[in-house]
């Protein structure tokens, strides 16, 4: 399911030019706050130079920028006015691909599936 889901996902993001790595950092610092790198990358799951690639990616085209942390070191980000316009075009995108895909699915399957992948999710990273 996985790999169609990422495909299929990937197609959508691209009308708008953007990737399911680059959305999943849009999402991540919209529904959190002002993340810092490693934050952002321990929610991905994935290596902090992979999250600084991608997040030079978003700088590049303008929708996120740094902002002053509290340590120098630490670098937060957030969304650009530009940014945040993208972000709701992108969620509209994507909030019609996630109703096709569960079409069909009573929101008792959904909750049950949420139920057994957030437990399948616990017992990989023990």
Same mark, same amino acid.
């Not at 690639?53 to 740094?66: A, D, K, M, P, S």
């Given at each position: 399911?996985?790999?169609? $889901?990422e495909s299929?996902?990937?197609?959508?993001?691209? /009308?708008?030019? @953007?990737?399911?790595?680059?959305?999943?950092?849009? +999402? +991540?610092?919209? =529904?959190?706050?002002? &993340?810092? @790198?490693?934050?952002?990358? =321990?929610? *991905?799951?994935?290596?902090? &130079?992979?999250?600084?690639?991608?997040?030079?990616?978003?700088?590049?085209?303008? +929708?996120?920028?740094? !902002? &002053?942390?509290?340590? /120098?070191?630490? /670098?937060?980000?957030?969304?650009?006015?530009?940014?945040?316009?993208?972000?709701?075009?992108?969620?509209?995108?994507?909030?019609? $691909?996630?109703?096709? !895909?569960?079409?069909?699915?009573?929101?008792?399957?959904? *909750?049950?599936?949420?139920?057994?992948?957030?437990?399948?999710?616990? =017992?990989? !990273? /023990?």
């Amino acid at each position: 399911m996985y790999r169609p $889901f990422e495909s299929q996902l990937n197609v959508e993001l691209s /009308k708008h030019q @953007l990737y399911r790595a680059q959305w999943s950092i849009l +999402y +991540y610092i919209v =529904n959190f706050g002002s &993340p810092t @790198l490693v934050e952002i990358s =321990n929610y *991905l799951g994935v290596e902090k &130079p992979t999250v600084t690639r991608t997040i030079n990616r978003l700088e590049e085209l303008g +929708y996120v920028e740094h !902002i &002053p942390g509290k340590d /120098k070191r630490e /670098k937060r980000m957030q969304l650009t006015v530009l940014g945040k316009k993208v972000y709701q075009d992108v969620r509209k995108t994507v909030d019609e $691909f996630e109703k096709e !895909i569960i079409k069909g699915v009573s929101e008792k399957e959904l *909750l049950e599936a949420v139920h057994v992948m957030k437990a399948i999710r616990n =017992n990989l !990273i /023990k």
